[in-house]
């Protein structure tokens, strides 16, 4: 609004006043009717509005995440009560008019999670599916999948919001004990489970849950799809059996190739380094211990009664104070002697990496190539959470490939001419905690970190500020106690220092073993080509000496001798090693797997049924009776380190 008059220049310029006579807005509120109208939030209705925060925006995504949510609560359950994890999932199209659509043109789903694992009791069954912040991790600093909870009754939120339907829960603790139906929803207002329906019922399974949830939904193959979610968690978990029935009605299975479950990760307290002031003030106070130095050495990790005195001392605060009466400049003066106190390295039995072996095992069997190899890091630590970093790598296209392009004749290149190779980008397979990454990539510390490694090193393609060129697959891993997400649909790693570097280092290990690959098979096979021309001769000169000699030289002895120098001058074994013909392992690259047309080198996995996952078809699948119920359990035992030909090709 102008003023009437212009101020005078003498005088200082004065904010100009709204005219007394302007009319009032009619939507302006008065103080009092704006407080009147202040009112609390309940959670849900919160996620309820901001439902893409929790990974529920396209139909397709939102299916993926309803069946992420479900198995990976299923995985944690499953290792938390020691149990080798097998897990059924069934996605079925939902008919909205009477007619059954085709899968891909299908708006409406049933998921459908079973696992075999402990069950859940009867009274927890409602809030666990009906009320979010609900849940068994997120109050302790132990390695798991899920963290928040929120991830199942988000799922069951989603599903009353697109068909109204509620989630329908079969769960059972023990073979003696009744196997209980509920039919639950959330109360929004309240964030309160509403139950619809109770009951006993008959169920096979000894002991496990079965989830039951209809949603608004799309299924389309491909990346970020149900099933590469499946895929790559069977890669990362190779102790979990995974069924899958598709919407086509087509039965998959991802057999287990590890048969022990991971170590199980201990729960730690937190780091004095982690924690921030207003988390120390809180735990200050809630303590239960009635002195300071008491509550330094129960309520955190690595403080000893000695160490806890010393910080007591230079805080200058006595051991023996209550930790209730530590308030403002007291409560901080001991915050900063904490923080500046040197204090050992969180213990890393926290947590429960996948190991090299873990690793090899799943790449070699969803994954076709030349040559594996996997990298495990020594556990670090962020913001004083510790974590470990994992790495692998899966290069080529398989021998039966390799095989069909070496018998392609190649035309000769002039000088200065460089071949063009049908290369695509390597695909990077980001995991947290063992769980598949599968959105948002570029804002992942471990998408930057495969972006900043130089490829070129080690012999592969790469165009500034791009993944390397060439048929690669590259797996990271990040396992911590607390994985720090960009967002609570838990889709990227945020980039701290500390992850990115031990990213780095993995990959550039990675990296190195492929390099002394690929340089060894080009020099092997140079030589080996070489070999063959002296043989194409060694025949037609042994004869022609025979002849001039009139008959008197022993040939055969001749021929051998030849060969020998033929073998001497073209890298003699070690050609034949690297081209895996000799039967030994891949020497000087340590956790790693060659596959030649010959036979496979290495540290090799023994699968279900001798087949990787990729090759598994109908046929081998009926043949290993396959079934929906759980498998007979195989006695555990030390995964194979063995060396074999490489069946099913
Ligand atoms: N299949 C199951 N078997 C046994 N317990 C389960 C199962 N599913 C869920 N739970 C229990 O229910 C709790 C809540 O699950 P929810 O998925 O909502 O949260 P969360 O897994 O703790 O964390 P996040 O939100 O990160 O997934 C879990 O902490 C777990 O204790
Ligand atoms: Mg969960």
Redesign the pocket.
């Known amino acids: 609004m102008k003023p009437k008059s212009k101020p005078k220049a003498s005088k200082p310029e004065v904010a100009p006043q709204p005219s007394v006579k302007a009319s009032k807005p009619t939507t302006a509120v008065s103080a009092a009717e704006m407080g009147a109208r202040q009112r609390e939030i309940s959670v849900s209705e919160f996620f309820t509005k901001n439902r893409h925060l929790l990974g529920f925006d396209s139909p397709r995504k939102s299916l993926l995440t309803c069946v992420k949510?479900a198995v990976?609560?299923?995985l944690?359950?499953c290792e938390e009560a020691g149990i080798l994890p097998e897990v059924i999932v069934k996605l079925e199209p939902v008919s909205t008019d009477g007619v059954m659509p085709v899968p891909s043109q299908a708006t409406r789903f049933r998921i459908t999670v079973i696992?075999y694992?402990?069950?859940?009791v009867r009274e927890q069954i409602p809030p666990?599916f009906a009320k979010l912040l609900?849940?068994?991790?997120?109050h302790r600093l132990r390695m798991s999948?899920?963290?928040?909870?929120?991830?199942?009754?988000a799922a069951g939120m989603y599903a009353q919001l697109t068909t109204g339907k509620p989630v329908q829960i079969i769960s059972r603790t023990g073979p003696k004990k009744p196997a209980h139906y509920f039919e639950v929803q959330i109360d929004t207002k309240k964030n309160e489970p509403r139950i619809l329906e109770k009951k006993q019922v008959d169920w096979e399974p000894h002991r496990g849950?079965q989830?039951t949830i209809e949603i608004e939904g799309r299924y389309q193959k491909g990346r970020a799809s149900v099933d590469e979610y499946l895929e790559l968690t069977s890669i990362a978990n190779p102790h979990v059996r995974l069924v899958y029935q598709t919407p086509e009605g087509e039965t998959k299975e991802y057999p287990r190739t590890y048969h022990q479950l991971p170590p199980p990760p201990r729960e730690i307290k937190p780091h004095p380094y982690g924690i921030e002031f207003g988390m120390f003030l809180k735990m200050l106070h809630d303590t239960r211990s009635h002195w300071l130095s008491g509550f330094l050495v129960g309520d955190f990790s690595r403080i000893s009664l000695t160490l806890a005195e010393e910080i007591c001392k230079n805080a200058k605060i006595h051991p023996h104070a209550r930790p209730r009466d530590l308030h403002g400049d007291r409560a901080e003066a001991l915050y900063k002697v904490l923080q500046a106190t040197k204090i050992m390295a969180p213990p890393s039995n926290c947590l429960s990496p996948i190991g090299e072996q873990g690793i090899l095992t799943g790449l070699y069997k969803q994954i076709q190539g030349d040559f594996y190899t996997a990298v495990s890091r020594p556990p670090a630590v962020y913001r004083g959470n510790p974590f470990v970093i994992e790495a692998g790598l899966a290069y080529g296209r398989g021998p039966e490939e390799a095989t069909k392009k070496n018998e392609e004749t190649e035309a000769p290149l002039a000088e200065g001419e460089e071949r063009e190779r049908e290369e695509d980008l390597a695909r990077v397979i980001r995991y947290a905690n063992r769980v598949p990454l599968l959105y948002q990539q570029s804002a992942c510390a471990t998408f930057k970190a495969a972006l900043d490694t130089n490829w070129r090193n080690y012999g592969v393609a790469q165009s500034k500020g791009a993944l390397p060129a060439g048929p690669m697959v590259v797996f990271v891993h990040m396992a911590s106690v607390w994985v720090p997400f960009t967002s609570e649909s838990?889709e990227a790693i945020a980039d701290y220092d500390e992850i990115r570097k031990e990213i780095r280092l993995a990959l550039q290990e990675c990296g190195r073993r492929l390099g002394i690959f690929l340089r060894r098979r080009e020099r092997a096979k140079s030589e080996f080509r070489r070999r063959n021309i002296f043989e194409l001769y060694i025949e037609e000169v042994a004869e022609a000496c025979g002849r001039l000699k009139g008959g008197k030289l022993p040939v055969n002895r001749l021929k051998e001798q030849l060969q020998k120098i033929a073998v001497k001058r073209t890298g003699g074994e070690q050609t034949d090693q690297v081209l895996g013909k000799t039967g030994s392992g891949p020497e000087g690259l340590p956790h790693s797997i060659i596959v030649t047309p010959e036979g496979v080198e290495g540290a090799l996995p023994i699968l279900d049924g001798g087949v990787p996952g990729y090759l598994i078809n109908e046929a081998t699948r009926e043949a290993a009776g396959s079934s929906l119920g759980p498998s007979s359990e195989k006695p555990p035992g030390k995964p194979a380190v063995q060396r074999r030909k490489r069946k099913g090709k």
């Open positions: 949510e990976d609560n299923a944690d359950a696992d694992g402990p069950g859940i666990i609900y849940g068994s991790k997120f999948r899920g963290q928040q909870g929120i991830g199942i009754s849950t989830v838990k």
